[in-house]
């Protein structure tokens, strides 16, 4: 089972619809991050979280640390924002060989117009 | 505050030739981790260089070395290309101080023909 669970792996929304992506993990955290990458493009950091929630713009990052889960949700969705969504959790303890990150394998989200 | 630069953006390599790629930390991060993300993969980790030093690899051959400098910025050098290198490498910066906070990159994007 991977550290990091992101669903759904695939989604398609028509523009303006509500968008909720969900990550869970399964190891200790300092740290969540949602990034954001578009085709053929690099990495780009929407959040970091490490409690509650935060907001920017339309979109909206929660987190739970009790039940090691976060969500990131997309209000009034728009074609710009297809993109793959991925959830990257900081480890509390040393990571060794697999680094301090662990990646989700990322949301792919298409938003028709 | 500048985030973190990565150069080139783009770059065509042959096989067998060897490839440097750069990284300027966030200001005030003492950290560099470097990570590789093949077309349609999630971000794997190469290694990670704090005070000059590798800290933590992963699995990555020989071919793939590091360097960090007194001012923290750090290079990663592929050796004997092969075309199975092409992807979009990742630099991510974080602070010893701050635990978890990590600030990315946007890519290297690399093409080995």
């Known amino acids: 089972k991977n550290e990091v669970e992101q669903s759904p792996q695939n989604l398609t929304a028509q523009e303006g619809e509500f968008i909720t992506i969900n990550c869970s993990y399964s190891?200790?955290?300092?740290?969540l991050h949602w990034l954001q990458q578009h085709p053929g493009g690099g990495i780009v950091s929407l959040f970091m979280?490490?409690?509650g929630k935060k907001k920017h713009g339309r979109l909206i990052a929660t987190i739970n640390i009790q039940e090691k889960h976060s969500s990131l949700h997309i209000t009034a969705s728009h074609p710009r924002d297809s993109a793959v969504y991925i959830c990257?959790?900081?480890?509390?303890?040393?990571?060794?060989?697999?680094?301090?990150?662990?990646f989700g394998k990322g949301t792919k989200l298409s938003v028709k117009p | 505050d500048a985030g973190v630069t990565q150069s080139p953006t783009h770059l065509i390599k042959t096989r067998g030739q060897q490839v440097t790629l750069r990284c300027s930390p966030k200001s005030g991060h003492d950290t560099v981790s470097w990570y590789q993300q093949a077309l349609g993969q999630g971000p794997q980790f190469i290694f990670q260089?704090?005070?000059?030093?590798?800290?933590q690899r992963g699995n990555f051959p020989d071919r793939f070395s590091g360097h960090q400098f007194p001012n923290y910025s750090s290079e990663l050098n592929v050796n004997a290309l092969l075309l199975g290198d092409s992807a979009l490498y990742l630099c991510a910066s974080s602070s010893t101080n701050r635990v978890g906070g990590y600030t990315f990159g946007s890519g290297t994007r690399l093409t080995v023909v």
């Open positions: 979280l490490s409690s």
């Open positions: 260089y704090y005070e000059e030093e590798e800290r």
């Open positions: 190891v200790g955290i300092s740290a």
């Open positions: 990257a959790v900081a480890r509390m303890n040393y990571g060794g060989s697999q680094g301090n990150l662990i």
